[in-house]
Structure formats: structure tokens, C-alpha cells
């Protein structure tokens, strides 16, 4: 748990995160799959992940929360760049009504000094998460499949450019590309999409990390004052991890932002 804050302030932090937060399901390789961001930029509609979660002939759904089972398996596009590991799938307007919570351009936060500690907030879907339910029958013919899948939450803060690993890192180091962030696996929680538990440190075993990829990297800060105002704004996404050097990678929004650009660029953000 982050020394600076207390449950409560954890809690309303991560509630944030988590709410804009989905399980991306690779329905042709069930072995795959990621975690996906829910952003809208002008009148487009986005699910943000990493590049490598998402292939170009496979068929993928979210599960939509707090709902009755209705994912989304339909996308207008899709898009990734395997340099800097980020990629889109794009929602049809007609879907966007399933999303509860949407980052938006002032949700968004580009500019971040790399030479200094950044408290972040991490929040992903690792696979091992997922329970997949028994069909519920709700009439003669029609049955409903339910899927439960939570969240691993995790705070931290950004390795200053100075502190980045050397070793066990698959491509160069690039300022205005990466982000690095501090990972004690000790310091994990867990969270489904109506609550956020906030389990001992030392109660808790890391699990498997694959599922996570695509996850948000968000930085939070507070207006202080009579009452306590939590905000974040989103700044990466987190694509890997080393448990043994303890460290996740990242990529900047800004790259992310570069790939809508690219496909959309007459698109105001």
C-alpha cells in the first residue's frame, strides 16, 4: 500500500481507474487476451491497449460491466504499431451506450517529468482472474453466460530516467517513448468492478502477470484542502513486466495518441 495515502484514499483512486477499466477476450485464441482502456476523443470511441494483445485476423469481445451479458464483440477498426506497442479497437457509436465511464482528452495527461518519482496507479485483468460461470437458462431456448472477471491494482510511482534498467529489456530505452514504474508484486490488490478489496500485502501472492498488457498507467494527484479530491490522469500503457528486477514497462499516451492521429487525422483532441 502506497505509505502517503490510507485505504479510503486507495479506494477512491482506484475506483476511478478501475471504472474506465475492461477484460479484453481474444475469442479465437483463448490462450491470449489483454486489458483495454474505454476513450473518447471527439466523436470517436476507443478501447486503448498494447500492440501485442491484438492481432489482425482475430475476433475479440469486452465484457461489460455492471450489465446484463451483452459484450461487445464488433469493431470498426482496429489499429497497433508493434515499435512502440500500442494499439486500438474503435466502438461503434451505436455500442458506446455499454461503456458506464469514458476517458476523455481532460482525463489525459502528456506532459510528465521523467527525472522525478510519479505516484501511478496500475490497473489490469490478469487471465487467472476470469471465472467463467455455468450458463444460467432464463427462458426454453435462451441461456445466459456469465463471466466474472477482477481487477489487480497495483500503486506505485515512475522510476526516474536515471533508475532505468540496463538489463532484461527487449529494445532501447527511449525518453519520449517509455515509462518505468517501481513493481513490488507485495503491494498488489484485488478489485471486481463494483468494489475495491483491499487485501494485506502480506496476504496476497502475485499472480500470473499475462492479462494485464494494455493496462492503464495513471498518475494521481490531490487538491488538498477541508476535503481530500482525488484525481487521476491517464499517461501510459503498461505492455510488461520483470518480476525479478522489479519493474514494469510502459508506453507514453502521447505514442498512443500519435496512432489515432495517424488513422484519423482530421480528428480534433
Known sequence: MHDKINNIQCEALTRQASSRTYRLIDKTDQSCGGTAIAINIGDRYFLATAGHVI????KYEIVIKNKMPQPIDCFQSRQFDTDTD????????????????????????TDINQH??????????PGEYIIQTPKK????????????????CYMSSTLPIEKWPTEGIE???????????DFDPGNMFTSDPNTVDISPAESMQCPDLPGISGGG??????????????????????HSALKKDQWMRGTRINRWLDLVAKKYPDLNR
Open 55 to 58: 492481432s489482425e485476423d482475430h
Open 86 to 109: 500500442v494499439g486500438l479497437l474503435e466502438i461503434p457509436k451505436k455500442k458506446k451506450h455499454l461503456i458506464d465511464s469514458w476517458v476523455t482528452v481532460s482525463d489525459i495527461c
Open 116 to 125: 522525478k518519482k510519479n505516484n501511478v496507479v496500475i490497473v489490469g485483468y
Open 137 to 152: 437458462q432464463i427462458s426454453r431456448n435462451n441461456f445466459l453466460e456469465f463471466r466474472i472477471c477482477s481487477t489487480l
Open 171 to 181: 529494445n532501447q530505452t527511449i525518453e519520449e517513448r517509455d515509462i518505468f514504474i
Open 217 to 238: 498507467i495513471w498518475l494521481w494527484e490531490s487538491e488538498e484542502g477541508v476535503i481530500w479530491k482525488p484525481f487521476i490522469k491517464l499517461i501510459g500503457i503498461q
